[in-house]
């Protein structure tokens, strides 16, 4: 019980959303709704009335009358269906549109913790197609839902009324002829292809974000992100509202075409009796309309009903999804490393009782210098990155930033404090100026700046600042891209610079340029791992952590390292 009042507490806000600015469209359409099966029943009405008049019965309305309140029936039928293109579409689109607003701003307060270990494509589908699923099983559901249940027990009312002896009779006749979607399916493949289109670039935009999760929070543009992610979002959900909006035009037209036929033909019907032509119309004829409105929602409500408990499913894996693996919050700490970051014996391992990445690791890193990482492939050097990025929260030991225990930091302060340069660059479909300052504004000898110091100068001089990127930077090469990682980094001038093998993709003369610009850069914290043993920046450094198999073996300056003769020199040895 207390696992289903938890979830259905998590869902509570995310169902909110559907009806936030949105209950006059919810209330319209839901009246237009009831309306129409309100008509439906009247129509039954209506057509014993015609019967009765066809077969000569006392006490029934003339055709005139009886003309006026058919004409009556289609001008109600076409207002309540103007009132569902109106609002239902509106509804949905806004429903939906802040839905998956407010699931995707919830994603992107997660910090980077959070995120590590979570598949992504839990997210993806929970903002496409469950999205959709919901739409249609939940929200659409409603009006059908409303409809059916007041057919259902206004039809059988008023079979009962009429004559029980017949009902019977009745239940073996019924059939609604819809022609007028036939008319439209080619507007329909339109509406449906631009649909596609717009969700091709939603995808798009929403993959980007995830796949470059860590560099959106360490570089502090969710704000940027979240516009873009709203505006592709919104033009999706325009989309669908125009197709929608289609839909129940057509519904309209077949529903007041269907109606016409039916009340033509009984109209015809009671002339021809009228004139004495030998027409005999029975009352059981009535019943075919009456049982079709009892039949139809003893079939439907069982599926709709599945259908809706299914869609709340969605809604409870989503909000489950964002409400677990997250890290808890500390408290802030000032923008600035005055001290230094202090590592006491230090552990870690991906899984619980599993083999240890680092062991017992212990060293201090002082504020305003530079430091590398080296060690063979394995031996725990951009574990010891993620960690200081609080990329995990399950280590043993203590990571201090000026004293303060990670563990105890809150994310915010966290990434004002520290950057990121990641081995594996993640490049958004936009121009490289927008890759380089991550949406924000910056001032253009900034960017100019981080663009010579990272090598970027000899691209953008070729394509243009407003050259775009690609999915996943796929019009750049792997060194184009990594410049831009290191551009952006630089641009944010953060006090603590964290760099993972950023050169491993660039030449020999473009890597070692790099990396002199990054250890020229003044009053900043550096902590780079590095594969490139070269004396001549090596020597620059004022320590070098080696690591071998998750052990701090050696620390000291270059030369310090050598005069000893031990593990880092047989690495430095090897490497030449």
């Known amino acids: 019980m207390k696992k289903r009042d938890d979830s259905r507490a998590a869902c509570r806000p995310f169902l909110k959303q559907f009806y936030r600015n949105n209950r006059v469209n919810f209330a319209v359409s839901l009246l237009a709704a009831m309306a129409m099966a309100g008509i439906n029943l009247y129509l039954s009405q209506l057509l014993q009335q015609l019967l009765d008049l066809a077969a000569g019965a006392p006490g029934t309305p003339g055709l005139a009358q009886l003309g006026v309140g058919v004409l009556a029936v289609l001008l109600a039928v076409a207002a309540a269906g103007g009132l569902q293109c109106l609002f239902r579409s509106r509804f949905l689109a806004r429903a939906m549109g802040q839905y ?30 469950d999205a959709n699923s919901i739409e249609t099983n939940y929200l659409a559901n409603i009006f059908t839902l409303v409809e059916q249940v007041i057919l259902f027990f206004g039809a059988f009312a008023l079979m009962l009324w009429y004559s029980p002896v017949l009902t019977l009779g009745a239940f073996a006749m019924s059939f609604l002829p819809v022609l007028a979607s036939l008319a439209a399916g080619k507007r329909l493949a339109v509406a449906e292809e631009k649909i596609s289109r717009r969700n091709d670039s939603f995808v798009s935009t929403l993959k980007d974000s995830l796949s470059g999760f860590s560099v959106v929070k360490s570089f502090q543009a969710e704000r940027e992100l979240f516009r873009l992610f709203s505006k ?3 033009q999706v959900q325009e989309a669908k509202r125009q197709r929608m909006r289609l839909d129940v035009i057509i519904s309209t037209i077949g529903s007041v075409a269907g109606a016409g036929a039916q009340l033509g033909v009984f109209l015809l ?13 029975g009352v059981v004829i009535v019943f075919v309309q009456l049982m079709n409105f009892v039949i139809q929602p003893i079939a439907s409500l069982p599926g ?5 408990k299914a869609a709340r499913a969605l809604v409870a894996k989503l909000a489950g999804a964002l409400t677990s693996h997250v890290r808890q919050e500390g408290r802030a700490i000032p923008k600035r490393l005055e001290q ?16 240890p990445v680092l062991q017992h690791v212990s060293a201090r890193l002082q504020a305003g210098k530079s430091y590398a990482l080296v060690g063979a492939s ?3 050097k951009s574990t010891l990155l993620n960690l200081l990025m609080a990329g995990h929260s399950g280590y043993e030991g203590q990571i201090l930033y000026d004293g303060a225990e990670l563990r105890d930091v809150s994310t915010e302060s966290l990434y004002e404090l520290v950057s990121l340069i990641q081995q594996n660059v993640f490049v958004f479909n936009s121009t490289i100026r927008d890759n380089i300052t991550m949406f924000r504004e910056f001032p253009s000898s900034q960017v100019d700046r981080a663009a010579a110091l990272s090598g970027l100068q000899e691209l953008i001089q070729a394509k243009g600042e407003g050259y775009l990127c690609g999915e996943g930077g796929s019009g750049l090469s792997g060194g184009e891209r990594q410049r831009i990682s290191i551009a952006r980094s630089l641009l944010r001038r953060s006090p603590v610079l964290l760099v993972d093998e950023a050169t491993a993709a660039l030449d020999k003369e473009t890597a070692f ?8 850069l003044e ?37 310090e390292l050598m005069e000893r003769k031990g593990y880092f020199y047989s690495l430095y040895t090897v490497s030449q």
């Open 100 to 129: 998956k607003d407010y699931a995707y701003g919830e994603l992107m307060k997660k910090s980077i913790s959070a995120f590590y270990g979570e598949n992504t494509s839990t997210y993806i589908s929970a903002l496409t197609n």
């Open 304 to 308: 709709l009903l599945a259908n809706r």
């Open 513 to 520: 340029r790099v990396s002199s610009s990054i250890l020229d």
């Open 340 to 355: 230094g970051i202090e590592l006491r014996n230090l552990s870690f391992a991906y899984e619980e009782g599993g083999r």
């Open 232 to 234: 592709e979002n919104g």
């Open 378 to 380: 394995g031996s725990g």
């Open 523 to 559: 009053g900043l914290t550096r902590i780079v791992v590095t594969h490139s043993l070269e004396e001549a920046l090596l020597r620059r450094y004022d320590g070098i952590l080696v690591l071998k198999n998750g052990v701090l073996e050696e620390c000291g300056r270059f030369e």
């Open 269 to 281: 019907g009671a002339y021809l009796a009228l004139s004495g032509q030998g027409v005999t119309p």
